[in-house]
T-cell receptor, first 115, second 110 residues
Framework: ETGVTQTPRHLVMGMTNKKSLKCEQH?????MYWYKQSAKKPLELMFV???????ENNSVPSRFSPECPNSSHLFLHLHTLQPEDSALYLC??????????????FGPGTRLLVL | TQLLEQSPQFLSIQEGENLTVYCNSS?????LQWYRQEPGEGPVLLVT?????EVKKLKRLTFQFGDARKDSSLHITAAQPGDTGLYLC??????????FGTGTRLKVLA
């Protein structure tokens, strides 16, 4: 049990659908992250939130829209995705976020397939 | 663009064998981490190394940070099937920035 949960675990969507991924951390951390893990690329950091404020956006297409309503919850809203967006989407949290090389605690991920 | 190159990419060995995984970069980092990811799960931190030349041991796993802080290695002694997984090195080039290595997928056969 890592203290970070993600739902759903699996998702299949068409290119015209809108869906949301949810992440919840029970660790009392202040920073939360979205990562994309695809078969042929290293784990890619997408977004970083610290104290509910977005502090990093790594050139992610606008069809991905994050939301952090409080320090325990993080959402990734998806719309008009492309087949190449199919991947494992991982959420993580860490204590502070501002200190370099903190320990990140990952959720189990949402396996997304875009048809 | 800062990259972390891992080798080998895939490794399949018999139980009881030893192995070494490498993580290399052309950039200098203040510290480096190793994570292990099992199927259906997210990565879990194994160790953080912070000093050039540092060696850390975690049971049968030995981690080393290069003197120049550009590379690291993970050595597993007497591998067991429970060591099977994806091994990832990671570094932080700055605040709120993280990069991960290309990964080494290890399979240990009983």
């Amino acid at each position: 049990e890592t203290g970070v949960t993600q739902t759903p675990r699996h998702l299949v969507m068409g290119m015209t659908n809108k869906k949301s991924l949810k992440c919840e951390q029970h660790l009392g951390h202040n920073a939360m992250y979205w990562y994309k893990q695809s078969a042929k690329k290293p784990l890619e950091l997408m977004f970083v939130y610290s104290l509910e404020e977005r502090v990093e956006n790594n050139s992610v297409p606008s069809r991905f829209s994050p939301e952090c309503p409080n320090s325990s919850h993080l959402f990734l809203h998806l719309h008009t995705l492309q087949p190449e967006d199919s991947a494992l989407y991982l959420c993580a949290s860490s204590q502070d976020g501002r200190r370099i090389q903190e320990t990140q605690y990952f959720g189990p991920g949402t396996r997304l397939l875009v048809l | 663009t800062q990259l972390l190159e891992q080798s080998p990419q895939f490794l399949s060995i018999q139980e009881g064998e030893n192995l070494t995984v490498y993580c290399n970069s052309s950039s200098v980092f203040s510290s480096l981490q190793w994570y292990r990811q099992e199927p259906g799960e997210g990565p879990v931190l194994l160790v953080t190394v912070v000093t050039g030349g540092e060696v850390k041991k975690l049971k049968r796993l030995t981690f080393q940070f290069g003197d120049a802080r550009k590379d690291s290695s993970l050595h597993i002694t007497a591998a067991q099937p429970g060591d099977t997984g994806l091994y990832l090195c990671a570094a932080s080039p700055g605040t709120y920035k993280y990069i991960f290595g290309t990964g080494t997928r290890l399979k240990v056969l009983a």
